[in-house]
C-alpha cells in the first residue's frame, strides 16, 4: 500500500498549493474591482468623516500589503473572519448557505446521473434507431439553452399556472420543515438536472460508442456472451472510467453555477451570498465563499481521481508497479 | 438586486420615500373599497406574508444595514420619540408631550407611560439618551447624524423626562428624532438582534431568505391587527412578482417596474394601490467644472430633454413630472415645471450664447440598474438633437460613491434620490454636485434656525424656487410609489414614507 499513500500524499500536496494559489488569486482580484466594501455601509448624506471612520473600520484605508498579511495570517488560522457588512462571522453563514446549496447540487447530480445514464446508453446503442437518434437531438438542444430560461419556463409552467411547486424562495423556517424546504427544490433541482444530463448524455454516448467499437467486446462476444451481458460485464466498467472524470468535473460546475440558478428561484445558498458580497465589496463574504468553494472543487476533483483509480486497474497498476 | 446599501433615512436605491398626498389617499381608498374586507372578517392572528426586494444587510440602522431595516423594523419593532406618519405627518409615539423653550434651544420631552421593552426592562430617560448618542456617536453610519449636530447636551432630570439642549436652533428636531429608534440600554449585539418597545419583535432572521415577526405580548399601544409578519426577501424582481401570483407572499411593497402591473391589474384577486414617492430621477451634473460651471448650458439641457418621453419610456402611464427636487408631499413644494420646459430651439440659442453654438460632448456615468442605463440612452437622444454628445459609462453602485460621492471625479451622473426633505443638499456647497449658491446656503441655514414651520417653508419654497432657475441639477421626474397585494389584505401603508412600512394595521381576511 506505500504506492497508494505516497500517490495520496503528491495529491495532497497539489490540493494544500491548489488552495494556497486560489487564495492569492482571489484576494488580489477582488481588490482589482473598483469601489470600496466601506462604500456598502454609507449613504447619501454621509460626510467624509464617516467615510474615512467605515474605511478605517473594515481596514480599506491600509496598504494592500497589510491587508495581504492580515488576510493570509487569519487564513492560516481557518478564520474567515466576520462580514463587514452584516458583521455576521463568514463561517457559519456559509454552513447555513451550503444547507440549500449541497442537497441542491447532489440532488440534481443524481437525477441527471438517473437520467443520463441509461437514455446516454440506449442513444448509442440504438443510434440507427429514431428515438436513439431524438436523444442525440434533445440532448444538444439541452446544451445549447441557457440554465436560466429553463428555470423561468419551469416556473411559468409548473408554479405560475399549475401551481404544483412554489415559485421561489425558501421556507423560513429551512430544513426544520423539510417537506416545504424540499418542495422549494424541486424545480430547481430539475432545472439544473435538465441542463446537467444533457451534456451528461453526449458524454455517455460517446463513451459507449468506444466501448462498443472495442475489440475485448467483440472477443467477449465470439466467446458467447450475449450482447447484452458482454455489455453490461465489460462495457459499463470501463466505460465508466472517462464517464467520471466528466462527472467530477459536471460535479463542480454545478455546484457554481448553482449560483444562476438560486438567482432565478431567490434560494439563500452560498451563489446568493457571493453575488451580493461582490455587489457590495464585502471581501470576507467572497473570500470566504470562493475558498470554500474552491475547496470543495478541488475535493470533488481529488475524489473523482481516486474512484477512476479504483474502478481502473491500469491506472492504480501504474502507482503500484504491478498489476492485479 | 439589491443595489445600494444605504443607510437610514437617507437613501439612493429603490423608491419609497413618500408622503402620502389626499389623491394617494383617495386612490388607496378606492383600491380598498374594492377590496371585500370589512373590519370583523379579518383573521386576528394572521401570518402576513410581505415581499419585498430590500434585505436588510444587518439589524443595525446605525452600522450600515441599509433601507430594507426600515421597512421592516421602523415602528414595527423599534420606535422613536416620533414617527412619520405614511401621511407625512410627524406624530408623537414614545414621546407622551414636549415643550420648546422661547430661545428655542431647549426641548423638554416626557415620556409616554408603562412602556416595555421586548426584554422586560420598562423605557426610561436613560434609554433615550443612550439612544440618541448611538446616532451621534463617532462610528454612526447613520446619513442622519448630520442633522442631529446642532444636539449639544442630553439630560435625564427623572425616569420620565428627557432634556435636549441644542447649540442651534432646529426647527426640524422633532421630525429628525423620528429616525432615532429608541433602544434598550442594556442591549448589545444589536446587528444580529433587538431589544425595541415596538408592537412585534424578533423571531428569526434568515440572511438571504426572511425576517420573521412575531406579535409582542407586552406592547403599550394599540395592538396589532395579526399575528405574525414575515418579511420574505427576493433577489429577482419576477421572482417576487411570481411568488405574489401563487400565494406564498400577500404583499410586494415596491413594485419597480410597470410592464409587471398588468398581470395584477387584469387578475380580480389583486389590488394595486399607486402612492407618491419622493424618489427623484436626477442628471446630477458636477457643478464645479466648465461646461457646468455655466448656469446656461445647464438650463440648456434642461429645455433640451423632453422629461414626459422618459418617464413614459421608463414608467409607463405611471409617475409625476417635476421642476425641482422639492416633490408636492413636501412642504415647501411649488410646481416648477414651467421652468426651463422642453424647448429644443431656445436650448440651442442659450448654447450659442454660452459660447457652445455646434454644442459639446460630456459623459454620464450611469448607475448598472434600473431605470438608470434606459433613461441614460434616453438623453443621449435628446441631447443629440441639440448637438451635445453624450457617452454613457456604466458603473455599479459601489463605484458610484468612489468615483462620484467622495472624489467628485465625474462630469454628469444619472441617480435616483429617494431621500425624504433632501432640498437640504443644495444648500452643502461640498455635496457631489458641488451646486455651490451662498444664498440657497444661506436660505437653507435659516429655514432650519426658523421659529415657526411657516418661517421654514417660506425660506425653502425660496431656495426651491433659486436651485430651479439655476438648473442646478436636470430633474427628470418622480417616481411612482406601486404596493400590489391580495385582495384578502388591507390596512397597509401606499407610501412607505423613509421607506417604512408600518405592519400593525395589515389585516387578512378570514
Request: hydrophobic share 45%; aromatic share 10%; net charge neutral.
Given at each position: 500500500m506505500p504506492a497508494i499513500l505516497s500517490y495520496l500524499s503528491r495529491r495532497l500536496i497539489i490540493l494544500l498549493v491548489s488552495i494556497l494559489v486560489a487564495a492569492m488569486v482571489l484576494f488580489l482580484l477582488l481588490r482589482l474591482l473598483p469601489g470600496d466594501p466601506a462604500n456598502a455601509l454609507v449613504?447619501?448624506?454621509?460626510d467624509p468623516e464617516q467615510i474615512e471612520a467605515a474605511r478605517r473600520q473594515v481596514g480599506s484605508d491600509l496598504p494592500l500589503s497589510e491587508q495581504f498579511i492580515h488576510f493570509v495570517s487569519s487564513l492560516a488560522r481557518f478564520d474567515l473572519g466576520n462580514s463587514f457588512v452584516s458583521h455576521a462571522p463568514v463561517l457559519p453563514e456559509i454552513g447555513k448557505r451550503l444547507a440549500v446549496t449541497v442537497p441542491l447540487t447532489l440532488m440534481s447530480f443524481t437525477l441527471a446521473i438517473v437520467i443520463a445514464l441509461p437514455l446516454g446508453i440506449i442513444a448509442a446503442v440504438k443510434a440507427d434507431r429514431w428515438y436513439g437518434w431524438l436523444i442525440s437531438v434533445v440532448s444538444q438542444f439541452g446544451i445549447a439553452v441557457p440554465v436560466f430560461w429553463i428555470g423561468i419556463l419551469l416556473v411559468t409552467l409548473f408554479a405560475v399556472n399549475l401551481r404544483f411547486f412554489p415559485s421561489g424562495g425558501f421556507p423560513s423556517r429551512g430544513w426544520q420543515r423539510p417537506e416545504a424546504a424540499f418542495d422549494s427544490l424541486v424545480l430547481p433541482v430539475i432545472t439544473i438536472a435538465i441542463v446537467m444530463s444533457a451534456s451528461l448524455i453526449r458524454y455517455v454516448r460517446s463513451a459507449t460508442q468506444d466501448v462498443l467499437g472495442s475489440d475485448y467486446l467483440r472477443t467477449a462476444r465470439a466467446l458467447g456472451a450475449s450482447f447484452s451481458e458482454a455489455l453490461i460485464r465489460h462495457g459499463i466498467r470501463n466505460g465508466s472510467v472517462p464517464v467520471i472524470s466528466i462527472i467530477g468535473i459536471e460535479l463542480a460546475s454545478t455546484l457554481l453555477g448553482a449560483v444562476v440558478v438560486e438567482r432565478v428561484f431567490s434560494l439563500p445558498g452560498l451563489g446568493s451570498m457571493l453575488l451580493l458580497g461582490i455587489e457590495q465589496r464585502d471581501y470576507p463574504n467572497v473570500q470566504g465563499v470562493l475558498f470554500i468553494s474552491t475547496l470543495l472543487v478541488l475535493l470533488i476533483g481529488f475524489a473523482a481521481d481516486l474512484t477512476q483509480r479504483i474502478i481502473d486497474p491500469r491506472l492504480r497498476g501504474r502507482a503500484a508497479g504491478s498489476s492485479r | 438586486m439589491s443595489g445600494l446599501t444605504t443607510g437610514a433615512g437617507v437613501i439612493l436605491k429603490g423608491n419609497r420615500l413618500n408622503a402620502r398626498t389626499i389623491t394617494a389617499a383617495a386612490l388607496l381608498f378606492g383600491a380598498l373599497a374594492a377590496g371585500p374586507v370589512r373590519a370583523q372578517d379579518f383573521d386576528a392572528d394572521a401570518t402576513i406574508n410581505i415581499g419585498s426586494l430590500y434585505e436588510p444587510q444587518n439589524l443595525d440602522n446605525t452600522a450600515g444595514a441599509g433601507q430594507g431595516i426600515n421597512e421592516a423594523f421602523n415602528n414595527n419593532v423599534y420606535e422613536a420619540l416620533f414617527r412619520l406618519a405614511d401621511s407625512g405627518a410627524v406624530e408623537p409615539v414614545l414621546a407622551k408631550s414636549y415643550k420648546v423653550s422661547d430661545d428655542g434651544l431647549t426641548y423638554t420631552f416626557t415620556l409616554q407611560s408603562g412602556v416595555k421593552f421586548h426584554s422586560g426592562d420598562p423605557l426610561t430617560s436613560k434609554d433615550v439618551k443612550f439612544s440618541i448618542e448611538r446616532v451621534t456617536s463617532a462610528e454612526s453610519k447613520s446619513s442622519r447624524k448630520n442633522s442631529l449636530k446642532p444636539i449639544a447636551s442630553i439630560e435625564t432630570p427623572d425616569d420620565a423626562t428627557v432634556v435636549v439642549k441644542l447649540s442651534s436652533r432646529s426647527i426640524s428636531l422633532p421630525y429628525n428624532l423620528s429616525y432615532v429608534w429608541i433602544i434598550n440600554d442594556t442591549a448589545t449585539n444589536l446587528t444580529a438582534t433587538e431589544d425595541g418597545t415596538g408592537p412585534y419583535e424578533l423571531e428569526d432572521w434568515r440572511r438571504g431568505s426572511s425576517l420573521a415577526l412575531t406579535r409582542f405580548d407586552g406592547y403599550w399601544g394599540t395592538k396589532p391587527s395579526n399575528g405574525d409578519v414575515v418579511f420574505q426577501y427576493f433577489t429577482e424582481a419576477t421572482a417576487l412578482n411570481n411568488a405574489l401570483l401563487t400565494g406564498s407572499v400577500d404583499i410586494i411593497t415596491s413594485v419597480q417596474s410597470p410592464d409587471s402591473l398588468k398581470q395584477f391589474q387584469t387578475n380580480k384577486d389583486f389590488t394595486v394601490a399607486e402612492g407618491k414617492s419622493t424618489t427623484k430621477l436626477l442628471l446630477a451634473y458636477n457643478d464645479r467644472v466648465a461646461p457646468f460651471d455655466n448656469v446656461k448650458v445647464r438650463k440648456a439641457l434642461a429645455r433640451a430633454v423632453d422629461d414626459s418621453k422618459v418617464l413614459k419610456a421608463v414608467w409607463g402611464d405611471y409617475g409625476t413630472l417635476i421642476g425641482s427636487m422639492v416633490p408636492p408631499t413636501d412642504p415647501w413644494y411649488v410646481d416648477l415645471t414651467k421652468t426651463d420646459a422642453y424647448d429644443p430651439a431656445s436650448a440651442k440659442a442659450l448654447l450659442s450664447e454660452a459660447g457652445y453654438p455646434n454644442g459639446f460632448s460630456f459623459t454620464i456615468d450611469t448607475p448598472n440598474y434600473d431605470p438608470h442605463p434606459i433613461a441614460a440612452q434616453f438623453l443621449q437622444t435628446e441631447l443629440a438633437k441639440v448637438g451635445v454628445k453624450v457617452s454613457i459609462n456604466v458603473i455599479t453602485a459601489n463605484e458610484w460613491y468612489s468615483k462620484i460621492y467622495k472624489a467628485h471625479d465625474f462630469q454628469a451622473t444619472l441617480q435616483e434620490h429617494v431621500n425624504h426633505r433632501d432640498i437640504v443638499f443644495y444648500g452643502n456647497p461640498d455635496f457631489y454636485w458641488g451646486y455651490n449658491n451662498p444664498k440657497v446656503v444661506d436660505l437653507i441655514k435659516q429655514a432650519e434656525a426658523g421659529t415657526t414651520t411657516d418661517e421654514q417653508t417660506t425660506k425653502l419654497k425660496e431656495a426651491n424656487q433659486i436651485i430651479a432657475d439655476d438648473a442646478a441639477s436636470n430633474w427628470i421626474y418622480l417616481y411612482p410609489q406601486i404596493v400590489v397585494s391580495a385582495k384578502s389584505v388591507s390596512g397597509y401603508p401606499v407610501n412607505g414614507l423613509n421607506s417604512q412600512f408600518f405592519a400593525g394595521g395589515i389585516k387578512k381576511a378570514d
Amino acid at each position: 500500500m506505500p504506492a497508494i499513500l505516497s500517490y495520496l500524499s503528491r495529491r495532497l500536496i497539489i490540493l494544500l498549493v491548489s488552495i494556497l494559489v486560489a487564495a492569492m488569486v482571489l484576494f488580489l482580484l477582488l481588490r482589482l474591482l473598483p469601489g470600496d466594501p466601506a462604500n456598502a455601509l454609507v449613504s447619501v448624506g454621509a460626510d467624509p468623516e464617516q467615510i474615512e471612520a467605515a474605511r478605517r473600520q473594515v481596514g480599506s484605508d491600509l496598504p494592500l500589503s497589510e491587508q495581504f498579511i492580515h488576510f493570509v495570517s487569519s487564513l492560516a488560522r481557518f478564520d474567515l473572519g466576520n462580514s463587514f457588512v452584516s458583521h455576521a462571522p463568514v463561517l457559519p453563514e456559509i454552513g447555513k448557505r451550503l444547507a440549500v446549496t449541497v442537497p441542491l447540487t447532489l440532488m440534481s447530480f443524481t437525477l441527471a446521473i438517473v437520467i443520463a445514464l441509461p437514455l446516454g446508453i440506449i442513444a448509442a446503442v440504438k443510434a440507427d434507431r429514431w428515438y436513439g437518434w431524438l436523444i442525440s437531438v434533445v440532448s444538444q438542444f439541452g446544451i445549447a439553452v441557457p440554465v436560466f430560461w429553463i428555470g423561468i419556463l419551469l416556473v411559468t409552467l409548473f408554479a405560475v399556472n399549475l401551481r404544483f411547486f412554489p415559485s421561489g424562495g425558501f421556507p423560513s423556517r429551512g430544513w426544520q420543515r423539510p417537506e416545504a424546504a424540499f418542495d422549494s427544490l424541486v424545480l430547481p433541482v430539475i432545472t439544473i438536472a435538465i441542463v446537467m444530463s444533457a451534456s451528461l448524455i453526449r458524454y455517455v454516448r460517446s463513451a459507449t460508442q468506444d466501448v462498443l467499437g472495442s475489440d475485448y467486446l467483440r472477443t467477449a462476444r465470439a466467446l458467447g456472451a450475449s450482447f447484452s451481458e458482454a455489455l453490461i460485464r465489460h462495457g459499463i466498467r470501463n466505460g465508466s472510467v472517462p464517464v467520471i472524470s466528466i462527472i467530477g468535473i459536471e460535479l463542480a460546475s454545478t455546484l457554481l453555477g448553482a449560483v444562476v440558478v438560486e438567482r432565478v428561484f431567490s434560494l439563500p445558498g452560498l451563489g446568493s451570498m457571493l453575488l451580493l458580497g461582490i455587489e457590495q465589496r464585502d471581501y470576507p463574504n467572497v473570500q470566504g465563499v470562493l475558498f470554500i468553494s474552491t475547496l470543495l472543487v478541488l475535493l470533488i476533483g481529488f475524489a473523482a481521481d481516486l474512484t477512476q483509480r479504483i474502478i481502473d486497474p491500469r491506472l492504480r497498476g501504474r502507482a503500484a508497479g504491478s498489476s492485479r | 438586486m439589491s443595489g445600494l446599501t444605504t443607510g437610514a433615512g437617507v437613501i439612493l436605491k429603490g423608491n419609497r420615500l413618500n408622503a402620502r398626498t389626499i389623491t394617494a389617499a383617495a386612490l388607496l381608498f378606492g383600491a380598498l373599497a374594492a377590496g371585500p374586507v370589512r373590519a370583523q372578517d379579518f383573521d386576528a392572528d394572521a401570518t402576513i406574508n410581505i415581499g419585498s426586494l430590500y434585505e436588510p444587510q444587518n439589524l443595525d440602522n446605525t452600522a450600515g444595514a441599509g433601507q430594507g431595516i426600515n421597512e421592516a423594523f421602523n415602528n414595527n419593532v423599534y420606535e422613536a420619540l416620533f414617527r412619520l406618519a405614511d401621511s407625512g405627518a410627524v406624530e408623537p409615539v414614545l414621546a407622551k408631550s414636549y415643550k420648546v423653550s422661547d430661545d428655542g434651544l431647549t426641548y423638554t420631552f416626557t415620556l409616554q407611560s408603562g412602556v416595555k421593552f421586548h426584554s422586560g426592562d420598562p423605557l426610561t430617560s436613560k434609554d433615550v439618551k443612550f439612544s440618541i448618542e448611538r446616532v451621534t456617536s463617532a462610528e454612526s453610519k447613520s446619513s442622519r447624524k448630520n442633522s442631529l449636530k446642532p444636539i449639544a447636551s442630553i439630560e435625564t432630570p427623572d425616569d420620565a423626562t428627557v432634556v435636549v439642549k441644542l447649540s442651534s436652533r432646529s426647527i426640524s428636531l422633532p421630525y429628525n428624532l423620528s429616525y432615532v429608534w429608541i433602544i434598550n440600554d442594556t442591549a448589545t449585539n444589536l446587528t444580529a438582534t433587538e431589544d425595541g418597545t415596538g408592537p412585534y419583535e424578533l423571531e428569526d432572521w434568515r440572511r438571504g431568505s426572511s425576517l420573521a415577526l412575531t406579535r409582542f405580548d407586552g406592547y403599550w399601544g394599540t395592538k396589532p391587527s395579526n399575528g405574525d409578519v414575515v418579511f420574505q426577501y427576493f433577489t429577482e424582481a419576477t421572482a417576487l412578482n411570481n411568488a405574489l401570483l401563487t400565494g406564498s407572499v400577500d404583499i410586494i411593497t415596491s413594485v419597480q417596474s410597470p410592464d409587471s402591473l398588468k398581470q395584477f391589474q387584469t387578475n380580480k384577486d389583486f389590488t394595486v394601490a399607486e402612492g407618491k414617492s419622493t424618489t427623484k430621477l436626477l442628471l446630477a451634473y458636477n457643478d464645479r467644472v466648465a461646461p457646468f460651471d455655466n448656469v446656461k448650458v445647464r438650463k440648456a439641457l434642461a429645455r433640451a430633454v423632453d422629461d414626459s418621453k422618459v418617464l413614459k419610456a421608463v414608467w409607463g402611464d405611471y409617475g409625476t413630472l417635476i421642476g425641482s427636487m422639492v416633490p408636492p408631499t413636501d412642504p415647501w413644494y411649488v410646481d416648477l415645471t414651467k421652468t426651463d420646459a422642453y424647448d429644443p430651439a431656445s436650448a440651442k440659442a442659450l448654447l450659442s450664447e454660452a459660447g457652445y453654438p455646434n454644442g459639446f460632448s460630456f459623459t454620464i456615468d450611469t448607475p448598472n440598474y434600473d431605470p438608470h442605463p434606459i433613461a441614460a440612452q434616453f438623453l443621449q437622444t435628446e441631447l443629440a438633437k441639440v448637438g451635445v454628445k453624450v457617452s454613457i459609462n456604466v458603473i455599479t453602485a459601489n463605484e458610484w460613491y468612489s468615483k462620484i460621492y467622495k472624489a467628485h471625479d465625474f462630469q454628469a451622473t444619472l441617480q435616483e434620490h429617494v431621500n425624504h426633505r433632501d432640498i437640504v443638499f443644495y444648500g452643502n456647497p461640498d455635496f457631489y454636485w458641488g451646486y455651490n449658491n451662498p444664498k440657497v446656503v444661506d436660505l437653507i441655514k435659516q429655514a432650519e434656525a426658523g421659529t415657526t414651520t411657516d418661517e421654514q417653508t417660506t425660506k425653502l419654497k425660496e431656495a426651491n424656487q433659486i436651485i430651479a432657475d439655476d438648473a442646478a441639477s436636470n430633474w427628470i421626474y418622480l417616481y411612482p410609489q406601486i404596493v400590489v397585494s391580495a385582495k384578502s389584505v388591507s390596512g397597509y401603508p401606499v407610501n412607505g414614507l423613509n421607506s417604512q412600512f408600518f405592519a400593525g394595521g395589515i389585516k387578512k381576511a378570514d
